[in-house]
């Protein structure tokens, strides 16, 4: 079977050539556009969650030998989440070949957090049944890049860091506020603020609150975290 020219270009994306090329259509289909032949990726979805999961939990293990669970455990979290699959999808423009139903389509399906995660997850496990783990092994840390040797920092969770980092010079903790939202029902983008007493501000916007929250906190920290250095 034969590619279509946008998928052959996924594949340039993603490092991987499929000997297999079902293989990547199962794992980009979603279930609003399956078929008796075509099938979806839901089951690819499950398995390569499992794949990313050992790949980062032998990564991890060989980075730092000396750390303990209670400090491996958030920095699996972080690089595992469906926000971080999700962000390596968006990298790799997964949501252009994506193949959805009309329903999910006319809904924005391309541009979900969840369907794009699932869907990084399901082309893990294609690669992975396609040419073995240390091939599916080599794309993902080739994708996930600099997240894995950031990991120690990035796994902290921003807004307890800014918390701690209030209370400890005798400030209240920092407060969070919707500035704006715009897009469509299904679809929203929020714009938040996080101030703290002392007139610190930074503003992020996301497709979620809890995504502008901590990355809105993630700014002030880094700023402040500057201004300390």
């Known amino acids: 079977m034969k590619l279509?020219?946008?998928?052959?270009?996924?594949?340039a994306r993603i490092g991987h050539e499929f000997a297999e090329p079902t293989l990547l259509i199962r794992a980009l289909t979603h279930g609003s556009a399956s078929s008796p032949?075509?099938?979806?990726?839901?089951?690819?979805?499950?398995?390569?969650?499992?794949?990313?999961?050992?790949?980062?939990?032998?990564?991890l293990l060989a980075q730092d030998k000396g750390a303990?669970?209670?400090?491996?455990?958030?920095?699996?979290?972080?690089l595992v989440r469906k926000e971080t699959c999700a962000d390596v999808?968006?990298?790799?423009?997964?949501?252009?070949?994506?193949?959805?139903?009309?329903s999910e389509m006319l809904s924005g399906g391309r541009r979900k957090l969840a369907?794009?995660?699932d869907g990084m997850e399901a082309v893990i496990a294609a690669i992975y049944l396609d040419?073995?783990?240390?091939?599916?092994?080599?794309?993902?840390?080739?994708?996930?890049?600099?997240?894995?040797?950031n990991v120690a920092a990035d796994a902290r969770d921003p807004?307890?860091?800014?918390?701690e980092?209030?209370?400890?010079?005798?400030?209240?903790?920092?407060?969070?506020?919707?500035?704006?939202?715009?897009?469509?029902?299904?679809?929203?983008?929020f714009t938040i603020a996080v101030r703290l007493d002392g007139g610190q501000e930074a503003r992020a916007t996301a497709s979620t609150k809890r995504q502008a929250e901590q990355e809105a906190a993630r700014m002030l920290l880094d700023r402040l975290e500057g201004q300390d250095t």
Request: no cysteine.
């Open 159 to 163: 807004k307890t860091a800014l918390q």
């Open 165 to 189: 980092w209030a209370q400890a010079r005798g400030q209240k903790p920092p407060t969070y506020a919707e500035i704006n939202r715009t897009g469509p029902d299904h679809a929203p983008i």
């Open 131 to 149: 040419a073995g783990l240390e091939t599916a092994r080599a794309v993902i840390l080739k994708l996930w890049g600099k997240r894995v040797a």
């Open 115 to 117: 369907l794009l995660g």
């Open 37 to 59: 032949a075509r099938g979806d990726n839901q089951r690819l979805e499950f398995l390569g969650d499992r794949v990313l999961g050992l790949v980062m939990s032998e990564t």
């Open 89 to 102: 999808a968006r990298e790799v423009d997964l949501g252009a070949v994506l193949k959805l139903g009309r």
């Open 68 to 78: 303990s669970e209670g400090q491996l455990a958030p920095r699996f979290n972080a």
């Open 4 to 11: 279509s020219a946008d998928l052959k270009a996924f594949e």
